[in-house]
């Protein structure tokens, strides 16, 4: 899900922002040995959260450890789901 913006800015050799989202079955160690020239990687880990009711109310809470702006979300399996989640409920400007 890459925008234009996002492959203008990874053909300038700018930094960006890849978030990873492991699925349910494995945890940020998924993603250790990945490494990708000029990106900052952020490995995000599942919690336990009572009050998540559905699937929305879990990708809300995850969106809020995401503290910059037009980032690559990755995702594998239930992670997947929640990067798609987090993409169409995007706040553009």
Not at 36 to 43: D, E, N, Q, T, V
Request: with cysteine; glycine share 6%; net charge positive.
């Amino acid at each position: 899900m890459y925008q234009e913006k996002n492959m203008n800015d990874i053909a300038n050799n700018k930094k960006f922002n890849i978030y990873l989202l492991p699925g349910m079955g494995a945890d940020e160690r998924l993603f250790d040995k990945m490494e990708i020239h000029g990106a900052c990687l952020h490995k995000l880990r599942w919690s336990f959260e009572p009050n998540c009711k559905s699937l929305a109310d879990y990708t809300a809470l995850i969106s809020e450890r995401i503290s910059t702006q037009n980032n690559i979300l990755i995702g594998s399996s239930m992670g997947g789901m929640v990067a798609v989640e987090m993409y169409k409920n995007r706040k553009t400007s």
